[in-house]
Nanobody
Framework: QVQLVESGGGLVQTGESLGLSCAAS????????MAWFRQAPGKEREFVAG????????YYSESVKGRFTISRGNAKNTMYLQMTSLAPEDTAVYYC?????????????????WGQGTHVTVSS
């Protein structure tokens, strides 16, 4: 069993930056596809960014490309999301997700493990 825990959410103003982190624990003995999803009020959960196991190739949704950066940490199965130029449209609950299967996808149903979510609010 794998547990994921997100941290770093908070309240920021438009144009500011914020960093999120995700740490996996439990019976973790291999690498994972890891991804960030977000869900805004009244909207469906959407893919934000992902990083593939083995290759560490990164993928971004069009709405965050050029503003957000996903990366792995030095610790085993840790992940970060650096968010810059934040706008009110980025307000959402951000979730960390992980899965062993290739290829990495943008479909939330493809991910087995999920964190509890961390809130990001961007005010004008």
């Amino acid at each position: 069993q794998v547990q994921l825990v997100e941290s770093g959410g908070g309240l920021v103003q438009t144009g500011e930056s914020l960093g999120l982190s995700c740490a996996a624990s439990g019976r973790t003995s291999s690498s994972y596809n890891m991804a960030w999803f977000r869900q805004a009020p009244g909207k469906e959960r959407e893919f934000v960014a992902g990083i593939a196991r083995f290759s560490d190739r990164t993928y971004y949704s069009e709405s965050v490309k050029g503003r957000f950066t996903i990366s792995r940490g030095n610790a085993k199965n840790t992940m970060y999301l650096q968010m810059t130029s934040l706008a009110p449209e980025d307000t959402a609950v951000y979730y960390c997700a992980a899965d062993l299967r290739l290829p990495l996808t943008t479909n939330s149903e493809s991910y087995e493990y999920w964190g509890q979510g961390t809130h990001v609010t961007v005010s004008s």
